[in-house]
């Protein structure tokens, strides 16, 4: 029965640390999205300005933009982030300036990719809201028995999903891998794909660079997150024990 019951600790303590980094993912994905996922940083320092001086002059479609200030970029790319959190809504309305005229920053193939993101965003925020829902009941089950897993087991979880990563990294690459992604989210008939002469969203953002930057910060961050819940947890534990005895050890 005790081997039983060690067995059972174990299984709900791993499913807790897997929902534990689920719900971290969502966290620190909204807080990027609230700081528009740095995108003042990348510009200014990862070469998207230089990007945008050398690209936006070919666009075929849309004049000038390489003489937009870097504010103006930085409200743009905010402007597609809440847009792609509002179900599109706004993306119409994103436009800049020119001697002559306004001119509208996305093209109607554009939009509809961007409102297909957005249907993605939608749904991986409703998914994670039932996550948190799973998360916040196991979380009470397990203070309640003191079956929090101990930090080693994250630990070793973070271990064995590192290396899964990175002998992904090193066997797809991230260009493959953002490519294999598009063509799994998107039917066939969907253009997702835009050169840098056909398109001021790709040249704006530096694709697909941008998405590599924004990768690696949003996984250090969902890291540490899943790390100070992890110790949390257990702190929280060591301060119940001496509360009430759990109902089965």
Known sequence: MN?????????????WLLLSLFVAVGVVWWALAQAHFLYPVWHDHAGIADTIERHAPDNHFKPDF????????????AGIVAALHQRGEGLTQLTYQTPEQTVPLLRPAEIEHLKAVATVVERGTELWWWGLLAWALLTAMLLWQRWTPPPGQAWWLLLGLGVVGGLAWLTVGFEAAFYGLHEALFPA????????????????????????WIG???LGLTL??????AHAM???????VDKHPPYMV
């Open 234 to 240: 257990k702190a929280l534990e060591n301060q119940l």
């Open 66 to 77: 390489a003489h937009t200030s870097a504010d103006t970029r930085y409200q743009l790319f």
């Open 216 to 218: 690696a910060t949003w």
């Open 189 to 212: 008939s969907h253009q997702w794909f835009f050169y840098y002469e056909e398109s001021l969203m790709t040249t704006l953002m530096q694709a697909p660079d941008l998405f590599a």
């Open 224 to 229: 540490v997150a899943f790390a100070m819940t």
């Open 3 to 15: 081997q039983l019951i060690q067995t059972v600790r174990f299984i709900l303590g791993s499913l």
